[in-house]
């Protein structure tokens, strides 16, 4: 079973930049996605990326956001820019169950324990 480790979340005020790492134990072949929950609310799609490396991206973070991959690493990454106080929130990577850049969380499973962004001044 595939193990994953987030990274990179922390405090940064609005406007500032941040970039998440996802690290796997072992080679994924499939999509993986980058989801959030923040506080109260429930964990919700944010970005998305095939092993074609076609992408797909919810409204709110278009522009601002960019994911990519790195195959040799087995790494996945989330750039983040313009931060707003909107974004805080626990941010999880996970495996896709196929290798289609989709936003339904059901189709994704071995969830990491997620970092911690917190935008604010």
């Known amino acids: 079973q595939v193990q994953l480790v987030e990274s990179g979340g922390g405090l940064v005020q609005p406007g500032g930049s941040l970039r998440l790492s996802c690290t796997s134990s072992g080679p994924i072949y499939n999509a993986m996605g980058w989801f959030r929950r923040a506080p109260g609310k429930e964990r919700i799609f944010v970005a998305a990326?095939?092993?074609?490396?076609?992408?797909s991206y919810a409204d709110f973070v278009k522009g601002r956001f960019t994911i990519s991959r790195a195959f040799a690493e087995n790494a996945l990454y989330l750039q983040m820019n313009s931060l707003e106080p909107e974004d805080t929130a626990v941010y999880y990577c996970?495996?896709?169950?196929?290798?289609?850049?989709?936003?339904?969380?059901?189709?994704?499973?071995?969830w990491g324990r997620g970092t911690q962004v917190t935008v604010s001044l």
């Open positions: 996970a495996p896709c169950t196929i290798n289609s850049p989709t936003a339904a969380k059901a189709l994704y499973d071995h």
């Open positions: 990326i095939a092993w074609s490396g076609s992408t």
